[in-house]
């Protein structure tokens, strides 16, 4: 686990899904795992560790890889692994089922030469591959197109493909169900996903094939296009077609041009417009949002803006929260799509036109004004009404605002009309409790905490950011005095642990625990303290001292107690213990 960790950079592997940037001695974005207008996630390359101050996600590179890819802590170990060439030891593989190590290794091996296979079917003599062929050229593409972007085939047969991967000895039945590469009927029979279809591989990031899309050119009947189900590799909500030949071109820009088809994707980046992205055939998701708000400053929609269009473009502005962010539209004339538009007027017309893009409200209120007219009050409220959810959804107040007064004057109604409308039952943000952080991050403890529990943990920080602390504290302090159960655990486990891993490997020792939140907090904020080790000793201090106090003040009680029960004999027995209590009292 140490040498995946140790081949696998966090601040590497975070930058290949977040745009980060050096802040002192650590790095920070926006967090992947929430929506967020200020960054607060934090990487500590020193540490090899992350921690979001907002929601409180934390760990190492194992962990942010198996959250971000929604897959569990082993399965993201195994596939860091495989990244790195690495191979995992047999006493831990065995810890594994044989089909938690091989489910990556042989997904991502099956779909990869599932794509080659598909793209030699495409270039072959048959009639079949001809005919899809032909479909390609007449779309506008080249062979050196098909072969840049791995186009390819399927057979229209339903069982030519998957026959042909069983006959290899390669690969299962269940390894191809696992794939999404073919359906299973209910009596069992498999048929080919994809069957009479050109197909589409989708890579992920770092260029492997984690699934297909399909478009179908003679079946009738059968959907036009068709996607990969989810898998272990393919999860639709995260995936962008093109991403592979697209982030370094996006990250360069700092804009993002998105589309709807493979086609507007394919047809655009041949003709050197590089920063375009496609959705695999589904809406905009907020992991989608959080790569675009954590790597650009402007996003393009190039969707048809047809009805439908505009009221699924407003559904995707409603996720974003990046303030700032500029959000516009395209829409072409005398073109379904951008595949259309660039295939017919060419590059440099269409760069002329992107050039122009509109900001998507203002995009809204003329298409307004136009659906419903503005001749009467009647068509100006019906244009209210339809914008309202809009305006709501707009995340800065300035440019809400903005509108609001535009459109009062272009519509020549009260201004005080529409912002009641607006802000009717619109709830305003407020800023969470608790104290703030120089670092941006929430103060580990409310300020309401007693000295007990704000120094107990002070001491876990200390022990959790430095273990050569740890007999320091065993001689100083007397664990039955420690009220705090994270304290008392961590000290369970750091006596319990191997050196290797209270050195090398304190994250995985903190993940093992019910209180993983506070031990990642603490592991990622460091000691304010420039001396860390008399900062330590004074904390001892601090708390055996609270200990003297709350046995003098627990003493004087039963004194009271004693006094009106009439016990002298006690009250002075007692009252001696106070005594030699506060003269120890430092």
Do not use: W
């Not at 794939?179 to 009596?187: A, M, N, R």
């Not at 493979?262 to 790569?291: E, M, W």
């Amino acid at each position: 686990v140490v040498n995946v960790k140790n081949n696998n950079d966090i601040v590497g592997t975070i930058s290949n899904y977040a745009s980060v940037k050096k802040s002192g001695k650590n790095y920070m974005t926006n967090c992947p795992f929430h929506l967020e207008k200020t960054p607060s996630f934090n990487i500590n390359p020193e540490k090899q560790f992350f921690y979001c101050f907002g929601c409180q996600a934390g760990g190492d590179v194992i962990k942010f890889v198996s959250m971000i890819e929604n897959i569990s802590y082993k399965e993201a170990l195994i596939k860091l692994a495989g990244v790195q060439g690495i191979e995992l030891p047999a006493g831990l593989v065995s810890n594994f089922s044989s089909e938690e190590t091989d489910k990556f290794k042989i997904i991502y091996n099956l779909l990869g030469e599932a794509s080659l296979y598909f793209f030699e079917v495409l270039a072959s003599a048959s009639k079949e591959a001809e005919t899809a062929r032909n479909y390609l050229y007449m779309r506008g593409l080249k062979n050196e197109d098909i072969e840049q972007y791995m186009l390819g085939y399927c057979f229209a047969s339903p069982a030519k493909f998957h026959e042909a991967v069983l006959k290899s000895g390669k690969y299962s039945a269940a390894d191809l169900e696992r794939s999404g590469l073919v359906v299973k009927t209910d009596s069992g029979r498999y048929f080919d996903r994809f069957f009479g279809r050109v197909i589409f591989p989708i890579f992920d990031r770092t260029s492997k094939v984690i699934g297909f899309g399909g478009r179908t050119i003679q079946l009738e009947g059968s959907p036009k296009y068709l996607n990969s189900p989810e898998t272990a590799v393919y999860k639709k909500n995260s995936a962008f077609y093109g991403i592979n030949m697209a982030h370094d071109a996006i990250i360069r820009s700092k804009e993002v041009i998105l589309v709807e088809g493979y086609f507007d994707f394919i047809s655009l980046h041949r003709n050197g417009i590089q920063n375009v992205l496609a959705t695999c055939g589904t809406a905009l998701s907020p992991y989608h949002v959080k790569y675009i708000e954590n790597n650009v400053n402007k996003v393009i929609f190039l969707y048809d803006m047809d009805e439908a269009g505009i009221r699924a473009t407003m559904k995707n502005f409603e996720l974003f929260s990046k303030p700032g962010l500029n959000i516009s539209v395209v829409k072409f004339e005398g073109a379904k799509d951008a595949d259309e538009f660039i295939n017919k007027h060419g590059l440099e017309r269409t760069g002329a036109v992107l050039s122009k893009a509109v900001p998507f409200t203002r995009f809204l209120v003329d298409y307004a004004y136009n659906k419903f007219g503005r001749r009467d009050i009647e068509s100006k409220t019906a244009i209210i009404n339809f914008l309202n959810p809009h305006l709501r959804s707009i995340s800065s107040e300035i440019s809400r605002n903005q509108y609001i007064t535009t459109l009062a004057q272009e519509l020549a109604i009260a201004e005080d009309g529409i912002r009641e409308l607006v802000f009717k039952g619109m709830k305003t943000s407020a800023q969470g409790g608790g104290t703030v952080r120089e670092d941006g991050g929430a103060a580990i403890l409310s300020p309401d905490a007693s000295l007990r529990r704000k120094t107990e943990v002070d001491l876990l920080h200390s022990l959790i950011q430095n273990i050569d602390f740890l007999p320091l504290f065993l001689a100083g302090v007397n664990p039955e005095t420690v009220k705090s159960p994270e304290l008392l655990q961590m000290l369970e486990m750091m006596l319990g642990a191997d050196n290797l891993s209270l050195t090398e490997d304190m994250q995985s020792l903190c993940a093992q625990s019910e209180y993983a939140p506070l031990y990642n907090k603490l592991l990622a904020v460091p000691l304010a303290s420039e001396n860390a080790s008399k900062y330590f000793e004074d904390l001892i201090t601090k708390f055996n001292n609270i200990i003297r106090k709350e046995n003098i003040d627990e003493l004087k009680m039963k004194i009271r107690e004693a006094e009106t029960a009439g016990d002298v004999e006690t009250s002075k027995q007692l009252l001696m213990k106070v005594s030699a209590l506060q003269k120890d009292n430092v």
